[in-house]
């Protein structure tokens, strides 16, 4: 029988072993570290590309509005009459890319649109509501992305449940974002965007602390009331279902 190996040989073999070991790991590494960059560049696959500046963008998003608000002033049968409207996808993207920030800046006087924040855009699915923007920061640009479920308590808040979280298409765990928040929002947004007001009060939404709307109903100014009770996402639509309310004096 051939005798044992020397010692020597032996530890050649297990340093060129680890040696092997090591540089495939290394090269593993390397792989997902790229793989992540790239995926993290890369916007989610129910992204479009908006052009704001587009005449039938901006004729888009001024046909949805005043849609919308015709059907939200329509004179109705009476007290508690529910009724139901559909948005597009396209539709909604139009008005959020046009119409936005305007209207942000007309409900909230202190708020101030950040130049680092670009193309919101959402998409609709079978329950879920897809959101994303895009985040400027010098040379690097990021999409930010979250699909959120909305939901309504007892008492007719509105709240959302964070399904997923991606920067481009590299997914993080919604459950690690939501738990530690105070720590992953000012990774990826603006310093200024964190300051505001109501930018926070989103955020809490976000991560679950609190509703995003508590009150979810529009005065008309006419002694009536339109009351949000259900958003359905479908395929590339939201079905909104609201009650108009007479409000007592």
């Given at each position: 029988m051939p005798g044992a190996p020397a010692p020597h040989t032996t530890l050649r073999r297990a340093r060129r072993w680890l040696l092997g070991v090591g540089v495939s790991l290394v090269l593993l590494a390397s792989v997902l570290v790229l793989l992540s960059i790239s995926l993290a560049g890369m916007t989610p696959d129910w992204w479009r590309t908006i052009r704001a500046s587009d005449p039938e963008t901006i004729r888009a998003a001024e046909a949805i509005e005043n849609d919308l608000a015709n059907v939200i002033y329509a004179v109705r049968a009476g007290e508690g009459d529910v009724w139901a409207v559909t948005l597009r996808a396209p539709d909604a993207n139009a008005w959020l890319n046009t119409r936005f920030a305007q209207w942000l800046a007309n409900a909230d006087a202190e708020f101030e649109w950040p130049d680092e924040i670009r193309d919101p855009q959402a998409e609709f699915d079978d329950g879920l509501i897809h959101l994303g923007l895009r985040v400027v920061r010098g040379e690097k640009t990021q999409v930010l992305a979250?699909?959120?479920?909305?939901?309504?308590?007892?008492?007719?808040?509105?709240?959302?449940s964070v399904e997923s979280i991606s920067v481009g298409r590299l997914p993080?765990?919604?459950?690690?974002?939501?738990?530690?928040?105070?720590?992953?929002?000012p990774e990826v947004?603006?310093?200024?965007?964190?300051?505001?007001?109501?930018?926070?009060?989103?955020?809490?939404?976000l991560a679950g602390r609190a509703p995003l709307d508590p009150e979810p109903a529009?005065?008309?100014?006419?002694?009536?009331?339109?009351?949000?009770?259900?958003?359905?996402?479908?395929?590339?639509?939201?079905?909104?279902?609201?009650?108009?309310?007479?409000?007592?004096d």
């Open positions: 979250a699909s959120l479920r909305p939901t309504f308590d007892d008492q007719g808040a509105l709240w959302v993080i765990p919604s459950g690690w974002v939501v738990d530690r928040a105070g720590d992953f929002w947004l603006p310093a200024r965007l964190l300051e505001d007001p109501t930018a926070m009060r989103i955020l809490d939404a529009l005065d008309l100014g006419d002694g009536r009331r339109v009351r949000l009770l259900d958003l359905q996402p479908e395929k590339g639509r939201l079905r909104i279902t609201c009650r108009t309310e007479f409000v007592e």
